[in-house]
């Protein structure tokens, strides 16, 4: 075992160098820096510029602060990591961290079956594609540029620009929604054209390393010796990718215990393991293509693992994070290296400037790259159309337009780049300056791709009317939208027969809910016939309101009212069973499970117990169905109640997490008004700060907005107060043993419930009604939103389609939350005629 270790500041310090080296630990501080900063670029493009790619943002990123490291010295940590650490990073120790987990994450996620039927097509898209691309390219960089670059690494850049970027490019698929038959022609190419260009880049890197007369470095190989070069490197690397597939899908056949979660967790930990394992073996073990051995395992894993997952979902959000990671880093790497090239500001090297000519050939590079990329998918499209899934020249402009440059050249630039830099003592200067020079192209190329054809490629699908909806289509999203307005409706119902929602305006509920503004009264009594399965005569007077007659249908249902519910939730034991005869048969074999001596102290403290985790459960499902919404620390004085309320059942005390409902305080307003007194500018509050803590509050008070945070911490705690003595009640009440134990629990809610509701009705009346009719809105909304989530999960509807149902849906919530803060606003005692004419005014 060796060990290096390196000086500390200390020492540095006390030989009186005065300079600090960087200490090994600090090279974590960029990657998290770039990180927090792509959280806040996806919160902002999400928000206000979702037509903007995030890759590309992420590479400015980059650029913008390899500019600002090289321009300007400095001493602190960060730029130490910048400078020390990850401007020079080791090239392989590049690829190896980023390429497989990117490829892997693309490969596994193909539609198996489409990309079967497209590989020949994909094949002429790769391979001969591959090479012609690769020769105009060069020839491009031979005779034009005017650098003096040799023919090899001529084909060097050009093996690196012909590998377009799986990941950018399945991106951009997703977000302009382009058909299946598209997206597997642009990301089967991107997929397998990675590969056949690194082993290009390979076998002519190779041959340009050798005119640098450094030994050890470079491969002579001839003609013959580098077709026999190219196969080794794609069948070897597609044979090892075979071999550690069947051992992933081995392994996950194994990992068979779905309801384990450490064997789903281990599973997942076993994709990654192998992935990175398999391209370690293959590209520096073996010396074959690492990437092509990464894509044969993640294409096999796709169409023979998958059925082994015990938990598809949580794999799917693995690799999404994965992928997120390792994007943002790379990207933003590839952005750094880039400004530190174009900042100018080696001044021992003037030469390496990237002058204002160059910019020029930049420019034309591209266009011509673009010309030479039309020419090639033309060339083969009489042949591409008649095999595999077939073509149109649409698709093939698309294809042809989409084909974008990102991590896997910007990777293969810098591994050229450094390796160069690592040898320029041993080896002309010219060299040096030559892949510096070709590294700010491919930067160039990779920003350029990334703006222009990223930003534009969605209007472009549009304007070819590929992402055209058939008139079928058409008529399933209007079904859609009608059954999304037959939930509102039932939605509705079932939270007006809630005692909790006893006073609703349905005006203000028909403001924000669009879909109830011409619900029928015929259709409410049709929802309140299927949500309580009785019938209702239709006896209405003509003149009463839709508000008046809901209720007046509501409370003509036997049983049907919540209010009777929350006053007394405990039955006899005959009446529960006659209730839930389907609960009767688990709770009778509980009861023998539990038979024994129980003294009735233990028997009270693990009821009251039990009782608060039913408590806690329920406010988790408040916020997985969206009516807690926890961005005023609403859910965390519920939990924390929670904890102290079981401190005092443990020393045998009785239900009391009510009296600690209001420990912890709503910070929200006062960070508010702080915030607004610092940033005067209007639109950067409205864009950085209102999203974190809500609306401006110039005009509402904070006794206002704290009346409405603890009337909605009111409305939560009765929810879950009642929804667990209905449990409770079930579960318990069938045996006379417990009958008088539950009484008692179920009692003591029963008391806390009140005491919260009379803690409501303290409030004025106008006050109490608007917040629960905002509250209301909120959760018919948010019925929506997990509907559409529903239809996507199900194939029902694309994620573009559902993109637009949900900006609709943010829209009405957005709504609900600034009329809110302007209708408590108002500080004077309102009547009835005028709280209607708040919300019309809000």
């Known amino acids: 075992l060796v060990v290096t270790t390196t000086p500390c500041r200390a020492d540095a310090e006390a030989d009186g160098s005065g300079n600090e080296e960087a200490e090994p630990a600090e090279a974590v501080l960029y990657p998290f820096f770039i990180l927090c900063l792509g959280i806040v670029a996806h919160c902002f493009l999400s928000r206000y510029a979702p037509w903007l790619p995030y890759t590309a943002v992420l590479f400015i990123l980059g650029t913008l602060i390899g500019v600002g490291a090289t321009r300007f010295e400095n001493d602190n940590v960060l730029h130490k990591s910048i400078v020390d650490f990850w401007l020079p990073i080791d090239s392989e120790l590049l690829l190896v961290a980023f390429l497989p987990g990117l490829v892997f994450s693309d490969a596994s996620g193909q539609n198996t079956h489409l990309f079967r039927k497209a590989f020949w097509q994909c094949i002429v898209f790769a391979f001969p594609m591959v090479l012609a691309g690769t020769t105009l390219t060069a020839l491009i960089a031979y005779y034009i540029f005017p650098y003096d670059w040799s023919f090899n690494l001529s084909m060097t850049f050009g093996s690196i620009l012909a590998a377009t970027d799986p990941v950018a490019v399945a991106a951009l698929l997703d977000q302009v929604g382009a058909p299946p038959r598209l997206k597997v022609h642009i990301a089967g190419e991107s997929l397998l054209n990675d590969g056949s260009a690194i082993v290009f880049f390979n076998i002519f890197s190779g041959l340009f390393l050798l005119e640098l007369d450094v030994d050890g470095l470079g491969e002579d190989i001839d003609g013959p010796g580098g077709i026999k070069f190219f196969f080794r490197l794609s069948l070897g690397g597609m044979c090892i990718g075979a071999f550690f597939g069947l051992g992933l899908i081995s392994i996950l056949a194994l990992l068979d215990r779905r309801l384990e979660a450490e064997e789903n967790v281990t599973q997942v930990g076993a994709t990654i393991t192998i992935a990175y394992l398999c391209y370690f073996v293959a590209d520096v073990v073996w010396g074959t293509s690492g990437v092509i051995a990464v894509v044969t395992l993640g294409v096999l894993t796709k169409a023979f693992g998958e059925v082994y997952l015990n938990d598809p979902k949580l794999m799917d959000d693995f690799w999404s994070i994965v992928e997120w990671l390792l994007n943002t880093v790379l990207f933003s790497v590839g952005g750094l290296v880039w400004g530190s090239i174009i900042s100018n500001e080696d001044k021992e090297f003037p030469e390496r400037e990237f002058s204002g000519k160059d910019w020029g050939y930049l420019i034309l590079l591209y266009i011509l790259l673009t010309v030479i990329r039309f020419g090639l998918f033309a060339s083969v499209f009489p042949i591409t159309k008649r095999i595999g899934l077939g073509s149109n020249w649409k698709e093939l402009i698309f294809q042809s337009y989409g084909g974008l440059r990102g991590a896997v050249g910007i990777s293969l630039a810098i591994f050229l780049d450094n390796l160069v830099k690592a040898n320029a003592d041993a080896t002309d200067e010219k060299f040096v300056l030559q892949t510096n020079k070709l590294f700010g192209f491919i930067g160039g190329i990779a920003f350029l791709s990334l703006v222009i054809n990223g930003v534009t490629a969605g209007p472009l699908l549009n304007y070819l009317g590929l992402a055209d909806l058939t008139d079928t289509r058409k008529r399933m999203l209007k079904a859609y939208k009608h059954r999304y307005r037959q939930i509102a409706i039932d939605a509705f119902v079932l939270l007006l027969g809630e005692r909790r929602f006893k006073r609703v305006s349905y005006a203000t509920v028909t403001h924000h809910v669009p879909e109830l503004r011409d619900a029928t009264k015929e259709e409410i009594v049709e929802a309140a016939q299927r949500i309580h399965g009785k019938q209702i005569k239709e006896s209405t007077n003509d003149e009463q309101t839709a508000h008046e007659f809901v209720q007046s249908c509501l409370s003509k249902i036997d049983d049907s009212s919540e209010d009777d519910k929350g006053v007394s939730l405990m039955r006899s034991s005959t009446k529960a069973h006659d209730d839930h005869p389907e609960s009767a048969p688990s709770a009778m074999k509980m009861m023998h499970i539990m038979k024994g001596s129980t003294k009735s102290n233990d028997s009270l403290v693990d009821f009251r117990r039990l009782f608060l985790e039913l408590v806690r459960h329920e406010y988790q499902k ?68 209102e999203p974190c803590v809500g609306p401006s509050l110039d005009f509402v008070d904070a006794d206002t907005v704290k009346a409405r945070l603890n009337i909605e911490k009111c409305l939560a705690f009765i929810k879950a107060h009642v929804v667990a003595q209905q449990m409770m009640t079930k579960e318990f009440a069938v045996d006379a043993e417990f009958e008088e134990t539950v009484s008692t629990v179920v009692a003591e809610s029963e008391s806390e419930v009140e005491e919260a509701m009379k803690f409501v009705q303290n409030y004025p009346l106008n006050e109490v009604e608007l917040i629960i009719s905002h509250k209301v809105s909120k959760i018919i909304i948010n019925q929506g939103v997990l509907y559409v989530e529903e239809l996507v999960k199900n194939g029902l509807l694309k994620e573009q389609e559902a993109g637009e149902f949900l900006e609709e849906l943010d829209e009405n919530w957005r709504h609900v939350d600034h009329c809110t803060h302007k209708g408590l606003g108002k500080k004077h005692d309102t009547t009835e005629e005028e709280e209607e004419d708040i919300v019309v005014e809000a």
């Open 622 to 689: 408040l916020v997985a169905c969206g009516e807690l919404v926890d961005r005023e620390f609403i859910l965390v004085s519920l939990t924390e109640s929670l904890e102290w309320a079981i401190e005092g059942v443990e020393r045998g005390g009785s239900l009391n997490d009510w009296d600690f409902v209001f420990v912890i305080e709503f910070p929200s307003v006062e960070i508010s008004r702080f915030l607004q007194g610092k940033v005067k500018n209007q639109v950067l509050y409205k864009c950085m700060i």
